[in-house]
T-cell receptor
């Protein structure tokens, strides 16, 4: 069964550094998402991406965050200047027909900011 | 009021028991509803969609009550492997899902 893959599985970075989290969605999916989950807390929506542009973003997704689909397969999340509170598990997800169809999540990238 | 609210639990039940819990949502225009399951430190995985007429998938039954704005999940004949956090997901539009904080279920031998 095709799956969403994320790399790296764990990223440790120093405060103020830039990080790029990478995702390869399922190939025939058209809608892409980033979610995050701070340890012990709920899964939080960050951003959705469709037709090569951001379709919706949350208040968490401020100017420090950006997303890109640089080629036909990768979907990246960049955090320009990481803060301690950015430490979380970041999940990429994709779906065929938008949020009304099941989302397939990647295994996540655990980001630790020190 | 939060968009999606769940009883956090934990629900501690013996094997073979039935456990049920609800999820309330605030936006009456919500379109679709799902239950996801999340194991510790893993990604959420779709358990089942929730249809207006209610639906079953094996030991799992999901119901939707639009008038009272809640969905429910019932697990019959609980197995040890059912121990997980169950996430209620509410769809407002094509681009955004909102997750509840999750209900923790622990099934003991």
């Amino acid at each position: 069964e095709p799956e969403v893959t994320q790399t790296p599985s764990h990223q440790v970075t120093q405060m103020g550094q830039e990080v790029i989290l990478r995702c390869v969605p399922i190939s025939n999916h058209l809608y892409f998402y980033w979610y995050r989950q701070i340890l012990g807390q709920k899964v939080e929506f960050l951003v959705s991406f469709y037709n090569n542009e951001i379709s919706e973003k949350s208040e968490i997704f401020d100017d420090q965050f950006s997303v890109e689909r640089p080629d036909g397969s990768n979907f990246t999340l960049k955090i320009r200047s990481t803060k301690l509170e950015d430490s979380a598990m970041y999940f990429c997800a994709s779906s065929v027909k938008g949020a009304n169809s099941p989302l397939h999540f990647g295994n996540g990238t655990r980001l630790t900011v020190t | 009021r939060k968009e999606v609210e769940q009883d956090p639990g934990p629900f501690n039940v013996p094997e073979g028991a039935t456990v049920a819990f609800n999820c309330t949502y605030s936006n009456s225009a919500s379109q679709s509803f799902f239950w996801y399951r999340q194991d510790c430190r893993k990604e959420p995985k779709l358990l089942m969609s929730v249809y207006s007429s209610g639906n079953e998938d094996g030991r799992f039954t999901a119901q939707l009550n639009r008038a009272s704005q809640y969905i429910s999940l019932l697990i019959r004949d609980s197995k040890l492997s059912d121990s997980a956090t169950y996430l209620c997901v509410v769809i407002f539009n094509d681009y955004k899902l909102s997750f509840g904080a999750g209900t923790t279920v622990t099934v003991r031998a």
